[in-house]
């Protein structure tokens, strides 16, 4: 039996991890502080990236975390973080960054490497993921003549109902609405613009030509905040 054996040895769950294997978990971003707070990284913002690293295997210490970016335009003023991350743990990091001001907004998403180095006692192990940071905000098209059959938004297939961009919108962006008559009541959220006066094939805008109303059929508030 267990007691009697002495060649049997009870071991703790921490000897039968695997070896250290810190990575990425997840990551998000932020610019309520040094920006609008509308969840898009733009010109002039103070943007927080936080990311969780996630150890699956014995504590290490001294993992360092370095993020870098190739865009001409991002000042990165935290660039690196240096942690201990204990037995199948996590821990959160911060970095900073930057925008530079202009009148022109950013045309295409930002993108950051992250780099992890680490060393176990057995060598030293490095990572790289891609954070993408959305900078450009969402549009979406409106159509109530629309034929297509399928909503998605685009100028091919618009959505049909204007609360139905709103409702698909992830973040902040633009909804684009063509001319004609739309019988609903509007509930709207922070960061989404309307636009209407479109023509709904080409998408050229002119407010005389092209009329876009909203009809709540008296009932409550056409559009709501």
């Known amino acids: 039996n267990l007691m009697g054996d002495p060649q049997m040895t009870v071991r703790g769950v921490e000897d039968l991890a695997p070896e250290t294997d810190v990575g990425l978990e997840s990551y998000d971003w932020d610019d309520s502080a040094g920006g609008d707070g509308d969840l898009l990284a733009e010109r ?18 001294n993992v360092s975390a370095e993020l870098t970016t190739s865009e001409p335009e991002v000042y990165i003023s935290t660039a690196s973080v240096l942690i201990d991350i204990g037995f199948a743990d996590s821990e959160e990091i911060e970095f900073i960054f930057e925008i530079t001001d202009g009148a022109d907004p950013l045309d295409h998403d930002l993108e950051f490497t992250l780099t992890i180095t680490y060393d176990d006692g057995t060598g030293t192990t490095t990572k ?5 940071i959305r900078s450009v905000r969402q549009e979406l098209y409106v159509n109530c003549s629309g034929t ?21 919108a992830e973040y902040a962006g633009d909804i684009y609405v063509a001319e004609g008559t739309y019988y609903e009541n509007v509930e709207m959220v922070e960061n989404i613009h309307l636009y209407g ?6 998408w050229t ?17 056409v559009i709501t905040l």
């Open 197 to 202: 006066g479109y023509e709904g094939t080409g």
């Open 205 to 221: 805008r002119d407010l005389d030509a092209y009329t876009t109303t909203i009809d709540g059929g008296s009932v409550g508030s």
């Open 148 to 168: 297509s059959g399928v909503e998605l938004g685009t100028e091919t297939d618009p959505f049909l109902t204007i609360q139905g961009a709103v409702d698909a």
């Open 128 to 132: 790289t993921e891609t954070l993408s």
């Open 44 to 61: 002039g913002e103070e943007v927080v990236i936080t990311a969780i690293l996630t150890n699956n295997g014995l504590a290490v210490e």
